[in-house]
């Protein structure tokens, strides 16, 4: 039964529970029983709320019982990055210097989450303040990826990533600035989606590159990732950058999960997959071969703008992580430094104890990026560079309904591989990162397996505010795969 | 050698709203400490800032009566610097697109004309908290103040004198006050100055400028004015002795030691300035167009100098009746309307700045808060100029109308104020006195030196008799007939 | 083309964003980042003649509140992360640095 209950995706497992064909006790004690066994290898939670979670699984459950009406998550375990602030639990940002921060509030997300009945198992682990893609620079040591424990999960969201593909939970949230979804997802072999710009309310994200950043869901199902945008998505006052309903109608995304779409033109950037390793460009000729089959129409794209997305996106998100993470001082809140003796120690030691080596590299990148003398030629340009970039995808977009592309240039790396070339690991965001600057949404969907056992993912991008119609083109794939929702091989569940 | 100061002032207003700039937290002075704060004003990790309408409507009226073009695009900028009252070590600003740009502010000059100093820029802006100092052994923070809403305004190096500098920011004060955007008070740091000061000197046939000194921080109008004093000597020293001259690398900051009435280097930061201004990507641009612009518009007053200007010249009052109704805007609104229902200008002045502003200042409110109608002012100065009432009465009813908002003839009648205007009751009256003080009477009629203070005395007599609701002017004439025989 | 950065420079900038750096530190930075700016640089190649620097991707503008007190944090909250306090105030330190703030 356990194995069977933990085979399930949210959507699955939430009709479950409401038809009381299973508990969600069961639920979320199989969870817990997986973390229990697995977190130690994988190190894919930080925090795990355990008697929290069983208490309101068995509210869920009693309230079903009584006939109560209760939200589309009832009962389902979901993982929240620790990058999401939750009154209960330290949100720790995977920083020595937020180790014991509790917020006094609740992200969003997280409400939107618990009004839909969810119980929230645990905070998950992640590169510290999201800057890197393999949640190594965790301060808390890196997650391990389930389908081989010498890999790395990917990152910054493989805490998350890791969790759902090792039957932790069911569902879990990340946050993608420049591929922090959906390359995890792809490592880990879950479907990750980064939504559009604007869509999900970043109140109570604690902020990388806040002109990039957004929440969204990692789950075993292009469905589960509708179920879970439903639930986390819309406007939000208490975020300025949230786009009101004027411009994103409410939609209920799983409605027409299902519906064929006539007419269907994928596109291919030419040249985009050269650098790529050849089990991904298969997996993409694969993928084409699954659209071809249904009738789809395949274009070929120039976007040649392109080339210059990683420089452009590694200059915005530093300088803006510059000033985000400004804060981080040791006055007020964080980690101070017990050998400062003035003020000014406070700042400079409690940051150069409290920070680690990638977050005050992309701290000093970002300052040298604003500061006087380098403005023009980095910031600046750099904004210009965005809005060209901008503007050939949308003009890409424009002549397709999605754009196909790799997630990574490889599959899971292992651990320590990267960590001596910061900017080679810079150079594999390639593929996620143009999503990130031009603000639309982007779906990694995994498709197979390489020849060492090891997920592969292929990503798909649409205009903006399009996750209606890309989810449903991602189903396409996920139907044509016949993949989805496999178990790692090392783990039995 | 000839000197002229130049001054260009910075000045920082607190707008009055409920509400913080970016956040609900109200804005309330000497709360204790820590009390009006939330997740987003501490710059909590994931708190995010909603801008305050209210303060942008604030800034617009205010950028609007400084004469500026008013942005029809604008935008956030971060402005990047560590300081323990300042909780996310940037500050939410306006950098290259202000909210207001190129006006000017209007000041009474030395000579009583209109000067005009022009306005560089006006923009919104998030103030800090605060630090306390305990003695040096450590600092303490609070930070209710942070996330005020401040504006932000810097004039033209157009300043020639410091008293030209206190009087543009007592004009300032004035002005913010009559837009209702600024509570404007001294005492609770709702205005601090920063001018820049420097020196144009002619010498030999040579001008020199020396270097530009800014002021820190100060938060009087006298500091303002002494500080500027100071520098301009002070400067004139340096100058004789170092002949030092402006460059583009040299301005220095200096701090007002109140204490000692003297202007103090401070302390120079390692590297030069570099607040790393971009645009804050957590709020989106504010696009003002014009009904938005139109709605500000109808609010616009008529402003307190041109008014006093105009309260001079229309009306004959004095520049100083003039100013004093023109300090109050409620005041200056009630005046104006009770002239127009038909209240002669100088009895209405009067009745104003000797009853109106008293009680109003007695409450600690507005005159127009005394809830005094026009009408009713007016009907009261037109009684006192008929002779219904005499002045003195005036005040009496002046008051009783405040106390319980009668009308002024009905509250005559009552208080039994209304000057005999019946001269058969006038005659008696003078009948009895003259009978009485038949020694008053011959010493009047006399041509002796007591002539006149024995008429005087007889005026009085009458005068008490009529618990003085007769018009002396009147009983005089009366009298002077009677004794002349006439 | 000369280094983007050097030591001087990296200590510079770390000093601007209050981070203390090590020698060793310093001498690591100032390789990497002279890499990585070079690379960073590359984008100075690309013609944006009459394009518009994009600080957002957003189509929207003028989010406003309306003007009412909202419930905050009451002093315990406030503090309740506050590595050191006095009473319901922040404590630090002396800032010996006073009256260089802006
Ligand atoms: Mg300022
Ligand atoms: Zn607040």
């Excluded at chain 1, 910054?156 to 759902?164: F, I, L, M």
């Excluded at chain 1, 309310?201 to 789950?219: E, N, T």
Aim: proline share 5%; hydrophobic share 40%.
């Amino acid at each position: 039964m356990l194995d069977a209950i933990l085979q399930m995706d949210c959507l699955a497992l939430a009709e479950a529970i409401r038809t009381r064909q299973v508990s969600s006790l069961e639920a979320t004690s199989a969870c817990l029983e997986a973390i229990d066994k697995y977190n130690q290898k994988i190190g894919a939670f930080l925090t795990v709320f355990q008697q929290q979670a069983l208490d309101q699984a068995r509210d869920v459950d009693r309230r079903i019982q009584a006939g109560d009406k209760v939200g589309p998550l009832a009962g389902v375990p979901i993982a929240v990055k620790d990058n999401i602030c939750t009154t209960f639990g330290p949100t720790t940002c995977g920083s020595k210097i937020l180790a014991n921060f509790r917020s006094p509030c609740n992200a969003t997300v997280v409400e939107r989450l618990m009004r839909a009945d969810a119980i929230i198992i645990g905070k998950t682990n992640m590169d510290e303040f999201a800057m890197g893609s393999t949640t190594e620079n965790s301060a808390f040591g890196p997650t391990h990826n389930p389908w081989d424990l010498g890999r790395v999960a990917g990152g910054s969201s493989g805490g998350s990533a890791a969790a759902v593909a090792a039957r932790m939970c069911f569902g879990a949230l990340g946050s993608d600035t420049g591929g922090s979804i959906r390359q995890p997802a792809a490592f880990c072999g879950v479907v990750g989606l980064k939504p559009t710009y604007g869509r999900v309310s970043r109140f109570g994200l604690v902020a990388y590159g806040s002109s990039l950043d957004q929440i969204g869901p990692l789950a075993r199902s292009v469905r589960d990732c509708a179920l879970l945008l439903n639930v986390i998505g819309g406007h939000d006052p208490k975020d300025s950058t949230s786009v009101p309903p004027e411009i994103v109608p409410d939609e209920d995304l799983l409605a027409r999960l299902d519906q064929p779409i006539d007419g269907l033109r994928i596109g291919l950037v030419k040249g985009a997959t050269e650098g790529a390793d050849l089990p991904i460009r298969q997996a993409i000729g694969r993928a084409v071969d699954t659209y071809r089959a249904m009738g789809a129409e395949v274009v070929e794209l120039e976007i040649p703008a392109l080339d210059y997305s990683v420089a452009t996106y590694y200059i915005i998100a530093t300088a803006e992580a510059s000033s985000n993470l400004a804060r981080y001082d040791g006055v007020h809140y964080g980690y101070r430094s017990p050998a400062a003796r003035d003020c000014m120690e406070v700042y400079t030691r409690s940051r150069a104890e409290g920070l680690g080596k990638e977050v005050k590299r992309r701290i000093m990148l970002g300052t040298y990026a604003l500061s006087s003398g380098y403005y023009d030629a980095y910031y600046l340009k750099a904004l210009k560079v965005r809005n060209l970039i901008r503007q050939q995808i949308f003009a890409a977009l424009g002549q397709c309904d999605s754009i196909l592309m790799p997630v990574a240039p490889t599959t899971a790396f292992s651990l320590g591989q990267m960590a001596a070339d910061p900017l080679k690991m810079y150079l594999a965001d390639v593929y996620t990162i143009p999503a990130n600057l031009a603000g639309i949404p982007a779906i990694s969907i995994p498709v197979g397996l390489d020849g060492a056992g090891l997920p592969v993912g292929v990503q798909l991008l649409g205009p903006a505010f399009s996750e209606g119609r890309l989810l449903r083109i991602a189903r396409i794939l996920e139907k044509g795969a016949h993949w989805t929702c496999q178990v790692p091989a090392g783990l039995t569940v | 050698m000839k000197v002229q100061v130049v001054v260009g002032l910075e000045i920082h207003v607190q707008l009055s709203t409920q509400t913080k700039l970016f956040c609900g937290c109200p804005v309330r002075f000497a709360a204790p400490p820590n009390s009006l704060v939330c997740p987003v004003c501490l710059g909590l990790p994931g708190a995010l800032p909603v801008l305050n309408k209210k303060a942008v409507d604030y800034a617009i009226l205010a950028a609007m009566a400084l004469n500026c073009q008013i942005a029809s695009f604008t935008k956030w900028d971060r402005k990047g610097y560590y300081y323990p009252d300042l909780p996310k070590n940037y500050q939410i600003s306006q950098y290259d697109l202000p909210l207001g740009k190129a006006g000017f502010i209007e000041v009474q000059g030395d000579d009583g004309g209109i000067k005009q100093v022009r306005i560089r820029r006006v923009h919104l802006e998030e103030d800090a908290g605060k630090n306390l100092h305990a003695g040096g052994a450590y600092s303490c923070v609070d930070l209710n103040r942070a996330g005020t809403p401040l504006l932000e305004i810097v004039t033209e190096p157009d300043i020639t004198s410091a008293a030209q500098a206190r009087a543009l920011a007592v004009e300032l004060q004035r002005i913010v006050r009559y837009l209702g955007v600024s509570e404007a008070d001294m005492q609770k740091g709702h205005m601090r100055f920063e001018p820049n000061v420097n020196l144009r000197i002619e010498t030999d046939g040579q001008a020199f400028r020396t270097p530009i000194v800014e002021i820190k921080n100060l938060n009087s109008f006298r500091a303002l004015e002494a500080s500027i004093r100071y520098e301009a000597d002070r400067q004139v020293q340096e100058f004789l002795e170092s002949g030092q001259v402006m460059t583009s690398g040299n301005k220095t900051t200096r701090g007002w030691d109140d204490v000692r009435q003297v202007t103090v280097l401070q302390r120079q930061k390692e590297e030069a300035e570099d607040y790393r201004y971009f645009p804050d990507p957590d709020l989106v641009p504010v696009v003002i167009n014009t009904s938005w612009l139109d709605q500000i518009k109808a609010l616009l007053p008529e402003l307190p100098l041109r008014r006093q200007i105009r309260f001079v010249q229309q009306y004959g009052l004095s520049e100083y009746d003039a100013g004093v109704l023109t300090s109050d805007r409620s005041c200056a609104d009630l005046f104006d309307k009770a002239v127009e229902a038909g209240g002669r200008p100088k009895r209405v002045c009067n009745l104003l700045t000797q009853v109106g502003l008293r009680v109003a200042n007695e409450r600690g409110c507005s005159v127009g808060d005394l809830g005094l109608s026009p009408v009713n002012l007016a009907t009261l100065a037109s009684m006192i100029e008929e002779g219904k009432v005499n002045a003195t009465s005036g005040v009496r009813i002046l008051e009783q109308m405040i106390a319980t908002g009668q009308d002024p003839m009905t509250l005559a009648r009552s208080m039994d104020l209304l000057q005999i205007a019946d001269s058969s009751r006038l005659e008696s009256i003078i009948d009895q006195v003259l009978s009485m003080q038949q020694k008053a009477v011959q010493e009047a009629c006399s041509e002796g030196k007591k002539a006149q203070k024995a008429f005087n005395f007889l005026v009085g007599q009458v005068m008490q008799a009529t618990k003085g609701q007769a018009n002396p002017t009147v009983i005089a004439e009366m009298i002077r007939k009677r004794l002349g025989g006439a | 083309m000369d280094n983007l950065i050097d030591k001087a420079l990296v200590r510079k900038v770390a000093s601007l964003a209050r981070l203390e750096l090590s020698e060793q530190e310093v001498k690591e930075f100032t390789g990497q980042l002279c890499a990585i700016l070079e690379y960073f640089h590359k984008i100075n190649l690309l013609d944006t003649e009459g394009i518009e620097p994009l600080a957002h991707c957003l189509p929207i503008t003028n989010r406003l509140r309306e003007d009412q007190i909202q419930p905050g944090l009451d002093p315990g909250q406030a503090l309740k992360n506050a590595p050191d306090r006095d009473g319901d105030l922040f404590k630090v330190p002396p800032i010996l640095e006073e009256g260089l703030g802006p």
